[in-house]
């Protein structure tokens, strides 16, 4: 009984730090505004607040995550904490533009040491497929609700007392977590450090993200076919061909091609980037609809959001589990997919002054009910066929694809929707209508995303019809795939 209340025990403190990364992520979006006025950034300026942290927290979970291995992950999850937990404390006494987007810089880089071993260590605490579900789907939920607890905490703080609090909030809570880590968590010592991690790889695949969002940022100011967005994009093609090359060449790759040798990992991976750029822009863009065209302020915006967190969590947390060791994970993470898809589809077929009660709290319930199904059961098929050792370098490559994927798919998608909204402006449109109609495009895209995902998903869990009735025990065989 102790030895099961521990892990539990461990399983809160793991995602009590990531529930820390999480909400950091969707905290500073209500406070932008403030921050902006504050220390005088221009918009493209201020999207670095932002971009900075997924740049170096997508860019750099990959290392990370090997590092864990090599190191032992008890060691290196309190190391992350650390980090990110002073790099808030500057984030907050921050008093100039780089002062603010360096410590960002540095509070993506504690995110990515931090979480990057997260997954890794659940699989190792919850070797049986039933609690494993359940410890998924516990995960799952600060991860979902953690966007939800950041968008009305921030506009608490910042309403309340001043935007620099939403960063010193951090120290008081990332102190206790390191503490509780230091006690409960299982040490580990990791395969040692001769093993090798590929630091030039993480900065070559960093510079190539770092420079691939910025581009596509800039786009809205230079065009997308200005011969400084195709030279841009260019560079960063051939920084990323040229990390893949020497991943496929060196000695201690940051990341073994070998791994997408397995159709789960692959696939999965694929699935998760396009699931990020549908539910973080539904996100992103959601918010801009609710205050600029319905006018709702920080704290309503936060409560409009909160069925999502609500659904998302009672079934990432009671009803996941049973239903994927009833169905299997994949016939799971088709109908949540299907869910999220049919979401997005209502909401960008509504009207442009929808009423929230009418034409949004459906879709809201459907998205919630989509991602407590989808997340955890595509956590679970992504881990089923990795060995052990490799539990970390697997754990880092979700994380990064869903970051990743996120930040790109954003940036992609907001640039789609202020396309649209100039162009009906310029036919004469009333602003208000093109600026929903913008929203509403970008949802529709998003729906599509969905449609591919869902195919992508199609392919990797169904190669063959027996696939179909996968039952969780024999997913959860490691290297049962290859010796099919």
Not at 70 to 91: E, H, M, P, Q, W
Not at 161 to 182: D, K, M, R
Not at 358 to 377: D, E, K, Q, R, W
């Amino acid at each position: 009984m102790g030895m099961k209340t521990s892990r539990w025990l461990s399983l809160i403190v793991l995602c009590t730090g990531f529930l820390l990364i999480v909400v950091d992520m969707t905290i500073v979006n209500v406070a932008l505004p403030s921050i902006q006025s504050d220390l005088g950034f221009s918009q493209s300026g201020l999207a670095w607040v932002v971009n900075a942290y997924l740049i170096a927290f997508g860019g750099l979970l990959l290392l990370a995550g090997r590092v864990g291995d090599l190191l032992g992950r008890k060691r290196v999850y309190i190391a992350g904490l650390a980090i990110f937990t002073g790099a808030s404390v500057l984030c907050g006494l921050s008093f100039a533009q780089p002062m603010l987007i360096g410590a960002r810089f540095v509070q993506g880089v504690g995110g990515a040491v931090s979480s990057a071993v997260i997954l890794a260590m659940i699989v190792t605490l919850f070797p049986e497929p039933n609690d494993r579900a359940r410890a998924f789907g516990v995960f799952s939920f600060i991860a979902s609700a953690g966007a939800a607890v950041g968008l009305l905490a921030g506009g608490l703080i910042t309403q309340v007392v001043s935007w620099h609090w939403i960063f010193f909030v951090n120290l008081p809570i990332g102190i206790a977590t390191a503490l509780a880590a230091a006690r409960l968590l299982d040490d580990d010592k990791g395969i040692g450090l001769g093993r090798g991690a590929d630091v030039l790889g993480a900065l070559m695949v960093t510079a190539a993200l770092m420079l691939g969002v910025y581009t596509i940022v800039q786009t809205s100011d230079y065009g997308l076919t200005s011969t400084r967005t195709l030279v841009l994009a260019g560079v960063a093609i051939a920084l990323l061909g040229a990390f893949v090359v020497r991943q496929a060449r060196g000695s201690n790759p940051i990341l073994p091609l070998g791994i997408f040798r397995s159709r789960k990992v692959a696939g999965s991976n694929v699935v998760q980037a396009l699931m990020a750029t549908s539910f973080f822009s539904f996100f992103f863009l959601g918010s801009l609809d609710l205050e600029r065209v319905l006018g709702y302020g920080p704290l309503a915006i936060g409560l409009a959001f909160l069925p999502v967190a609500v659904v998302m969590a009672l079934f990432s947390i009671r009803f996941s589990a049973p239903l994927i060791a009833r169905f299997g994970s994949g016939p799971m993470l088709m109908v949540g997919l299907a869910l999220a898809g049919l979401a997005l589809l209502i909401v960008g077929l509504g009207p442009t002054s929808a009423d929230y009660t009418v034409h949004l709290l459906a879709p809201m319930v459907l998205l919630g009910l989509g991602g407590g199904l989808a997340f955890p059961s595509l956590t679970m098929i992504a881990m089923a066929d990795i060995n052990p050792n490799d539990a970390g370098l697997a754990s880092g490559l979700l994380n990064t694809t869903g970051q990743v994927g996120g930040a790109l798919g954003l940036a992609v998608m907001a640039t789609l929707a202020g396309s649209r909204t100039v162009d009906l402006i310029n036919n004469g449109t009333e602003t208000l209508t093109a600026l929903a109609a913008g929203y509403h495009f970008a949802w529709l895209v998003g729906a599509a995303i969905v449609v591919v995902s869902l195919a992508a998903a199609a392919w990797v869990l169904f190669p063959r019809k027996a696939g179909a009735q996968v039952a969780l025990p024999s997913e959860d065989c490691v290297g049962c795939e290859a010796a099919a």
